[in-house]
């Protein structure tokens, strides 16, 4: 499904299931305006076509023990294909690191990383990326609280 050929129907569904996953198929139906098994039938396509990849709860990281979240800037000595896959798939075996994003520029990948206290993060940092063979430099700042953690894509849904 391209993304020209969502109609607005298409589009509330999307918006509303971003907001809220849980959402009954019926009252998803009552807020796009259609039946239930049409909603119904949407939603599949649009899962099929790619648009929906999946469903996770929102979890609070303080009540399971993740006190510390920070973000760490990453370079890497050889930038060669080869080794940038190399540390993308390091990135995803680490459980510390929930977001893993290269980059233009100054540095060559962003990670998003989780720890249970600040000496969590300082080993994650020092005995599991810097020890990663062809990462060059490590620059973290810690997050001090989050003003906006919106999830998904801003959809404009006409009206």
């Not at 607005?8 to 198929?25: F, K, Y």
């Not at 609070?60 to 800037?73: A, M, N, P, S």
């Not at 993308?88 to 962003?110: N, T």
């Amino acid at each position: 499904m391209d993304t020209r050929k969502l109609d607005p129907i298409d589009l509330r569904i999307l918006s509303e299931l971003q907001a809220d996953g849980r959402i009954t198929n019926v009252e998803l139906s009552r807020r796009a305006g259609i039946t239930a098994p049409p909603c119904l039938r949407r939603i599949r396509a649009l899962e099929k076509s790619g648009y929906i990849r999946g469903y996770h709860a929102e979890l609070d990281g303080r009540q399971l023990g993740f006190e510390v979240t920070g973000f760490v800037f990453v370079g890497l000595a050889s930038q060669k294909d080869a080794d940038l896959k190399t540390f993308e798939e390091s990135a995803r075996r680490w459980p510390e690191v929930r977001e893993c994003h290269m980059l233009s520029g100054e540095v060559d990948f962003i990670l998003k990383c989780v720890a249970s206290d600040l000496s969590a993060f300082q080993t994650f940092i020092t005995d599991t990326l810097t020890a990663e063979k062809n990462v060059a430099s490590v620059k973290s700042s810690l997050v001090i609280h989050a003003s906006k953690q919106a999830p998904g894509y801003p959809i404009q849904v006409p009206a």
